[in-house]
């Protein structure tokens, strides 16, 4: 998944997460890595820019055959989640989480960093970033 995170500045710490985005499904049936497998790129990466070039590489046009694509909106994914039973609010939750967490974890940096460039008297909202976060699902 690619999650897009809007960081509008450091300190204090003010992030947006965007509640869309973008799902990557590979090409060929995932299978564990081994020997026989490493070189089947669109088996374990879900890169778009090698994906494509599969002929099982399916555009997402919406409509009926959208669930075969091989690149969907977030809120596509999520009605899929919803519909196998599981809780797409609660994942959700957890990607949010996992962004928030690992902001926090480099403020200290980030916000001395910014520091080290910015005049004194700054009040911290002369610059943003937009993070693009890439989350693995599994089970």
């Keep these: 998944l690619r999650i897009y995170a809007l960081v509008l500045?450091?300190?204090p710490l003010r992030v947006f997460i965007f509640y869309e985005g973008l799902a990557r499904i590979c090409t060929e049936k995932y299978e564990a890595p081994k020997a026989s497998n490493l070189?089947?790129?669109y088996m374990h990466l879900t890169n778009y820019a090698v994906n494509k070039h599969?002929?099982?590489f399916t555009q997402n046009s919406?409509?009926?055959d959208?669930?075969?694509?091989?690149?969907w909106n977030l809120a596509q994914l999520a009605e899929y989640v919803n519909?196998?039973?599981?809780?797409?609010?609660s994942v959700w939750e957890s990607m949010q989480q996992l962004i928030v967490k690992s902001l926090i974890s480099v403020q200290p940096i980030l916000r001395n960093n910014y520091r080290s460039v910015l005049?004194?008297?700054n009040d911290?909202?002369?610059c943003f970033e937009i993070l693009g976060y890439d989350i693995m699902l599994d089970e």
């Design 66 to 71: 959208a669930e075969a694509a091989s690149k």
């Design 54 to 56: 599969n002929e099982h």
């Design 124 to 126: 911290g909202f002369s």
């Design 83 to 89: 519909s196998q039973g599981h809780n797409w609010g």
């Design 39 to 41: 070189a089947i790129s």
């Design 119 to 121: 005049p004194p008297d």
């Design 9 to 11: 500045s450091c300190d």
């Design 62 to 64: 919406g409509g009926e």
